[in-house]
């Protein structure tokens, strides 16, 4: 069986990266994060485990602060890559296909 891991990715490079999701929350990250539609595959996954490791409330609340600064969500884990490359994205969030 294959295991594939949602992991926090930074654009290569970057200066003082992010370590935490609560990282992602710092101005300097505003409009500049990503994450993959977690609707589906792994993102929903990702979003499903945190919930349980967080609990409910604190997975809205972190989500909805993620949201307030600027949190894309994107179509697939390879447009999160594919922004990071470009320098569209300073961080994101993604499986590693």
Same mark, same amino acid.
């Given at each position: 069986m294959a295991v *594939?891991?949602?992991t926090l990715r930074y654009r290569k490079g970057l200066n003082n990266p992010p370590r935490t999701l609560g990282d #992602? #929350?710092?101005p300097r990250? *505003?409009?500049r994060v990503a994450i993959s539609d977690p609707q589906f595959g792994t993102g929903a996954d990702w979003l499903a485990v945190l919930?349980? *490791?967080l609990g409910a409330?604190?997975?809205l609340k972190l989500m909805g602060?993620?949201?307030a600064n600027g949190l894309k969500v994107l179509p697939g884990n390879s447009v999160v890559a594919?922004? #990071?490359?470009?320098?569209d994205l300073l961080a994101g969030l993604a499986d590693g296909d």
């Open positions: *594939r891991m949602h #992602l #929350l710092q990250f *505003r409009n919930g349980v *490791r409330a604190n997975t602060a993620l949201k594919d922004g #990071l490359d470009k320098g």
